[in-house]
Nanobody, 126 residues
Framework: QVEVAQSGGGLVQAGDSLTLSCTTSGRAMKIYAMGWWRQAPGKERELVATWGTQSGTSPVYAESVKGRFTMTRDNDKNTAALQMTNLTPEDTAVYFC??????????????????WGQGTQVTVSS
């Protein structure tokens, strides 16, 4: 059994920064990818960033957030974070942290993520 817990989120103004945090607990996973997803009202859930456990690799980002968002991982502590800068109203959504067991590299396939956090609201005003 694996549990994913999130923290962060909130209401900010356009141009502000915000950091989301995520912790995985329970059964240890040696190889797994983690991903940040988001869903706005009336839209499909979309991948924001993803990163596996393969040494030498870097996070992969959605085109809409490249240069503004940074994903980090601390595998010793089973944590991940999403640092968001220069936020815009288009970034407003519920953000989810999720884990995909067995994947050395990040994944864009939603069904491969077995474990999901509760989601946290990010609202960017203008």
């Amino acid at each position: 059994q694996v549990e994913v817990a999130q923290s962060g989120g909130g209401l900010v103004q356009a141009g502000d920064s915000l950091t989301l945090s995520c912790t995985t607990s329970g059964r240890a996973m040696k190889i797994y990818a983690m991903g940040w997803w988001r869903q706005a009202p009336g839209k499909e859930r979309e991948l924001v960033a993803t990163w596996g456990t393969q040494s030498g690799t870097s996070p992969v980002y959605a085109e809409s957030v490249k240069g503004r968002f940074t994903m980090t991982r601390d595998n010793d502590k089973n944590t991940a974070a999403l640092q968001m800068t220069n936020l815009t109203p288009e970034d407003t959504a519920v953000y989810f942290c999720a884990a995909a067991p067995g994947l050395r590299y990040g994944s864009w396939v939603e069904s491969e993520y077995y474990y999901w956090g509760q989601g946290t609201q990010v609202t960017v005003s203008s």
